[in-house]
């Protein structure tokens, strides 16, 4: 199984609301991302994990909270997001033995805030 | 982190060859260079990768200059399905880390003509 989930596909949220995104991987990989895309650029880093520790933030405002309960799973939790928050956020996860560490992506969930 | 420069936009015809184009001059020893693509509305997907050496796949070839400031992802046969854009990344270690990052440049906006 090499395939990364992620639910849901589609979120609208008003900007006082409180949302989880969800991924999940079985590929037994011990580091997960989170990437958000805005429309028509390409994917900007916002967290890695690596064995289900916070390794790195790229700077992202503190109403994104990722949590990795598991080596499997991994949320972002959103709360009071701003219009320009919506994009697509995509999941990503790589094995952390030798070589390339291609990342797998998942299919992403397209946020909307209103 | 190292950059990569890649033409906006390829045209192909289906069934033709296409050769999609990397600069990376500021690379350093120890980076990959990874090739991802991105269909509509999907995850990027990772199509290949190398260090110093060519390398193919099932999914594409990879030239790499000798003196690795260039690269040339092939696609022998283009198909409708490869209409996608087509990222150059150099994996970067960051910090000492086992799993690196991939920081993502605008890519390369590919259309196959029927």
């Known amino acids: 199984d090499t395939e990364v989930t992620q639910t849901p596909k589609h979120l609208v949220m008003g900007m006082t609301n409180k949302k989880s995104l969800k991924c999940e991987q079985h590929?037994?990989?011990?580091?997960m991302y989170w990437y958000k895309q805005k429309a028509k650029k390409p994917p900007e880093l916002m967290f890695v994990y690596s064995y289900e520790k916070l390794s790195i933030n790229e700077s992202v405002p503190s109403r994104f909270s990722p949590e990795c309960p598991n080596s499997s799973l991994l949320n972002l939790h959103l709360h009071a997001l701003q219009p320009e928050d919506s994009a697509l956020y995509l999941c990503?996860?790589?094995?952390?033995?030798?070589?390339?560490?291609?990342?797998?992506f998942g299919p992403g969930t397209r946020l909307t805030v209103t | 982190d190292a950059k990569t420069t890649q033409p906006n936009s390829m045209e192909s015809n289906e069934e033709e060859p296409v050769h999609l184009p990397c600069n990376h001059s500021?690379?350093?020893?120890?980076?990959?260079i990874h090739w991802y693509r991105q269909l509509p509305s999907q995850g990027p997907e990772y199509v290949i990768h190398?260090?110093?050496s060519n390398v193919n796949n099932r999914m594409a070839s990879l030239a790499i200059a000798e003196d690795r400031k260039s690269s040339t992802l092939i696609l022998h046969r283009a198909t409708l399905r490869d209409a996608a854009v087509y990222y150059c990344?150099?994996?970067?270690?960051?910090?000492?880390?086992?799993?690196?990052?991939?920081?993502f440049g605008q890519g390369t906006i590919l259309t196959v003509h029927p």
């Open positions: 590929m037994g990989h011990r580091a």
């Open positions: 990344i150099l994996r970067d270690l960051e910090g000492g880390t086992s799993y690196g990052k991939l920081t």
């Open positions: 500021t690379i350093s020893g120890t980076d990959y």
């Open positions: 190398g260090l110093t």
């Open positions: 990503a996860s790589t094995g952390l033995a030798g070589g390339a560490y291609e990342q797998y």
